[in-house]
C-alpha cells in the first residue's frame, strides 16, 4: 500500500493525518485530562525519568560544556588583558624611570656645561681684562712721558721766556742789559725758591 502511494497524495495524506488526531482528541476531551488520570501516572512517571535523564545527560556533555568552556575563555581573555595592562603599566612605570633619569642626566649635563662655559668666559675675561689693563697701562706710561716731554718743554720755554722778560725789565729798570749768566743764575734761583 506504501508503494501505491504517489508523490501527488502525499499533500493530501499530510493534511488527513491532523484530522484523524483531532478526532481522537475530541474523544479524549470528553473523559477529561489524561495528566490527572490516576492510570497515566505511571507512564508519565516513566517518560518524565526518560527525558529528565536526556536532559541532564544533554546539559552535562554538552550544554555544561560549552558554558564551561565560555566562562573558561572569558577568565581567560579577562587574565590576559590584566596581565597585559600590568605590563603595560609596569612599561610605562620603566618609562617614567627611564625619563626621569634621562632629564635629571641633561639637567646635570646642562649644569655641567653652563659651569664649564662660565668657568671658560671667566677665564677669558680675565685674560681680555689684564691684557686691557696691560694695555691701559702702557697708554698711561706713554702719555705720562709725553705729558712730562711737554712739561718739560713747557718750562724750558717758560724759563726761556723769563729770562727775556728778565733781562728787559732790567734793561728797562736799571737802563744797562745784565749778563747772561746773572740772568739765568736769578731765574733759576728765583725758580727752585718757588718749586720748593
Known amino acids: 500500500m506504501l508503494a501505491r502511494i504517489s ?20 474523544e479524549d476531551a470528553k473523559e477529561g485530562m489524561p495528566q490527572l488520570k490516576p492510570e497515566t501516572f505511571a ?5 518524565l525519568a526518560i527525558f529528565f535523564v536526556l536532559v541532564f545527560i544533554f546539559l552535562r556533555f554538552v550544554g555544561v560544556p560549552r558554558i564551561t568552556a565560555i566562562i573558561d575563555e572569558r577568565a581567560r581573555r579577562i587574565g590576559g588583558d590584566i596581565a597585559s595592562a600590568e605590563l603595560l603599566r609596569k612599561q610605562a612605570a620603566e618609562a617614567e624611570t627611564t625619563y626621569a633619569a ?35 697701562e702702557r697708554q698711561i706710561d706713554q702719555a705720562v712721558l709725553r705729558i712730562n ?7 724750558q720755554s717758560i724759563r726761556d721766556v723769563a729770562l727775556g722778560l728778565a733781562t728787559d725789565i732790567t734793561l728797562k ?15 733759576d734761583h728765583a725758580v727752585g725758591q718757588e718749586s720748593v
Open 102 to 136: 634621562t632629564m635629571a642626566a641633561a639637567h646635570g649635563e646642562a649644569r655641567q656645561l653652563l659651569a664649564e662655559t662660565q668657568e671658560k668666559n671667566a677665564t677669558i675675561l680675565a685674560l681680555e681684562t689684564k691684557e686691557a689693563v696691560v694695555g691701559f
Open 43 to 47: 507512564g508519565q512517571l516513566f517518560w
Open 173 to 187: 729798570l736799571a737802563g744797562h742789559a745784565p749778563g747772561a749768566d746773572r740772568v739765568a743764575l736769578a731765574v
Open 7 to 26: 508523490l501527488k497524495s502525499l499533500p493530501l495524506a499530510g493534511l488527513m493525518l491532523p484530522l484523524l488526531s483531532g478526532a481522537a482528541w475530541a
Open 149 to 155: 716731554a711737554e712739561r718739560e718743554t713747557a718750562l
